[in-house]
Nanobody, 115 residues
Framework: QVQLVESGGGLVQAGGSVRLSCACS????????MGWYRQAPGKQRELVAR???????NYADSVKGRFTISRDLAENTVTLQMNSLNAEDTAVYYC?????????WGQGTQVTVSS
């Protein structure tokens, strides 16, 4: 069983940066890929970025060039570096397997970008 705990969110000014971390209680190497997702108020949860077991990354068009996903298999962590933030990035951010597994959703971490 894998448990995922997100951290690192907060309030940041537009143009600023935030680094999110996802600590995994089990081995993420067993999962084919990991993803960062977000849910803004009144919107559906969406995939922001994903990284495969071999390190191949993919990003949503809205964050391409600004966000970077990485993972440390030894530490069982997945990180999302977010730069050049804007108000549209305000959301609760979650990590999960890709594709997501319902049982793995955690509490998420809130990122609020002030303009």
């Amino acid at each position: 069983q894998v448990q995922l705990v997100e951290s690192g969110g907060g309030l940041v000014q537009a143009g600023g940066s935030v680094r999110l971390s996802c600590a995994c209680s089990g081995s993420i190497f067993s999962l084919p890929a990991m993803g960062w997702y977000r849910q803004a108020p009144g919107k559906q949860r969406e995939l922001v970025a994903r990284i495969t077991r071999s390190g191949i990354t993919n990003y949503a068009d809205s964050v391409k060039g600004r966000f970077t996903i990485s993972r440390d298999l030894a530490e069982n962590t997945v990180t999302l570096q977010m730069n050049s933030l804007n108000a549209e990035d305000t959301a609760v951010y979650y990590c999960n397997s890709y594709p997501p597994i319902d049982a793995y959703w955690g509490q998420g971490t809130q990122v609020t970008v002030s303009s």
